[in-house]
């Protein structure tokens, strides 16, 4: 199915931190002349969660309807493109509703759903007769932002399932662009790729939360700090894509007999380096296995 690129209708189902970021989004586009929200439904657990969603888009309450989970196929069938952005250990639950696989047959679905490919969405849309026509026919694209989408500063991959035509990565591409940067990579690519655009900036702020504790060791209050030092970081990592290797850029920060070469020769013997590798590898196998964990 191609959807009226000029007037979508999108519901985002499990409608949390990060449907929301996304929902507000598209709701307030940055780009994309060619791409109008007509209507945007979401779907979230809970009445104080409706509730919620419901304050957090009310400039534009006249585009904007918020159910209850009670409603996904409801949602769904009113939709264009279908986001899915609840947790995935939630996924046998929402796709075991009557309705609800039959109702993503004809839409565009969008999953944000960790560790979930391409496969694992067409079997629990399909089922396991993967020969169908209508498995030829899904259109589906797998993605991972990160919570920076909250500030429209995320760094979103995405990937398609073969079957997927070009106009509607193309609307993929619109809607996770809202939130920042979108880039699309091959599936094969997607879990090391994924853990690093959504777990980096977790480890980072260990890293920043660690420093933080160095100074309020030597008497000085954390807040008095904070912004120093997360500033510093940013300007730091900007240097990067503007053309220094991080080794590089190391090295001419670490000047002989200096506190830098001193601090980075004590991370070493830490096996601070080693442990951030550790840690990412841990996080692409978690990845890997969670569509085989149903």
Same mark, same amino acid.
């Given at each position: 199915?191609?959807?009226?690129?000029?007037?979508?209708?999108?519901?985002?189902?499990?409608?949390?931190?990060?449907?929301?970021?996304?929902?507000?989004? !598209?709701?307030?586009?940055?780009?994309?002349?060619?791409?109008?929200?007509?209507?945007?439904?979401?779907? +979230?657990?809970?009445?104080?969660?409706?509730?919620?969603?419901?304050?957090?888009?009310?400039?534009h309450k006249?585009?904007?309807?918020?159910?209850?989970? $009670?409603?996904? +196929?409801?949602?769904v069938? $009113?939709?264009?493109?279908?986001?899915?952005?609840?947790?995935?250990?939630k996924? =046998?639950? +929402?796709?075991?509703?009557?309705?609800?696989k039959?109702?993503?047959?004809?839409?565009? +679905?969008?999953?944000?759903?960790?560790?979930?490919?391409?496969?694992?969405?067409?079997?629990?849309?399909?089922?396991?007769?993967?020969?169908?026509?209508?498995?030829?026919?899904?259109? %589906?694209?797998?993605?991972?932002?990160?919570?920076a989408?909250? !500030?429209?500063?995320?760094?979103?991959?995405?990937?398609? %399932?073969?079957?997927?035509?070009k106009?509607?990565?193309?609307?993929?591409?619109?809607?996770?662009?809202?939130?920042?940067?979108a880039?699309?990579?091959? $599936?094969?690519?997607?879990?090391?790729? =994924?853990?690093?655009?959504?777990?980096?900036?977790?480890?980072?702020l260990? =890293?920043?939360?660690?420093?933080?504790?160095?100074?309020?060791?030597?008497?000085v209050?954390?807040?008095?700090?904070?912004?120093?030092?997360?500033? %510093?970081?940013?300007?730091?990592?900007?240097?990067?894509?503007?053309?220094?290797?991080?080794?590089?850029?190391?090295?001419?920060?670490?000047s002989?007999?200096?506190?830098?070469?001193?601090?980075?020769?004590?991370?070493?013997?830490?096996?601070?380096?080693?442990?951030?590798?550790?840690?990412?590898?841990? =996080?692409?196998?978690?990845?890997?296995?969670? %569509?085989s964990?149903?």
């Amino acid at each position: 199915m191609e959807v009226n690129v000029a007037h979508l209708k999108v519901a985002v189902i499990g409608c949390g931190t990060l449907g929301t970021a996304i929902a507000a989004g !598209i709701l307030d586009p940055k780009y994309g002349e060619n791409f109008q929200l007509k209507r945007l439904i979401c779907t +979230v657990g809970t009445e104080p969660s409706q509730r919620r969603v419901e304050a957090a888009f009310s400039n534009h309450k006249s585009r904007v309807t918020v159910f209850t989970a $009670e409603e996904n +196929v409801r949602a769904v069938q $009113e939709a264009d493109v279908v986001l899915l952005a609840f947790k995935p250990f939630k996924r =046998a639950d +929402v796709f075991g509703v009557a309705g609800f696989k039959e109702a993503l047959r004809d839409k565009l +679905v969008l999953s944000i759903m960790a560790g979930i490919t391409t496969n694992e969405l067409r079997r629990l849309t399909i089922g396991e007769d993967l020969g169908s026509h209508s498995s030829a026919s899904l259109q %589906s694209v797998r993605a991972m932002p990160n919570m920076a989408a909250r !500030i429209r500063e995320a760094v979103t991959l995405y990937t398609s %399932s073969p079957t997927t035509t070009k106009e509607n990565v193309e609307i993929a591409s619109w809607v996770f662009g809202q939130v920042g940067e979108a880039h699309q990579i091959p $599936e094969k690519s997607f879990d090391i790729c =994924a853990v690093l655009v959504g777990c980096a900036g977790s480890l980072l702020l260990l =890293a920043i939360d660690g420093l933080l504790d160095a100074a309020v060791a030597e008497g000085v209050r954390r807040p008095e700090v904070q912004n120093l030092v997360v500033n %510093s970081a940013i300007g730091m990592m900007k240097l990067v894509p503007a053309g220094d290797h991080p080794g590089v850029l190391r090295e001419k920060i670490a000047s002989p007999g200096g506190c830098s070469i001193r601090a980075l020769l004590e991370l070493e013997k830490l096996g601070v380096r080693s442990a951030f590798t550790s840690a990412i590898l841990a =996080a692409a196998e978690k990845s890997k296995n969670m %569509s085989s964990t149903r």
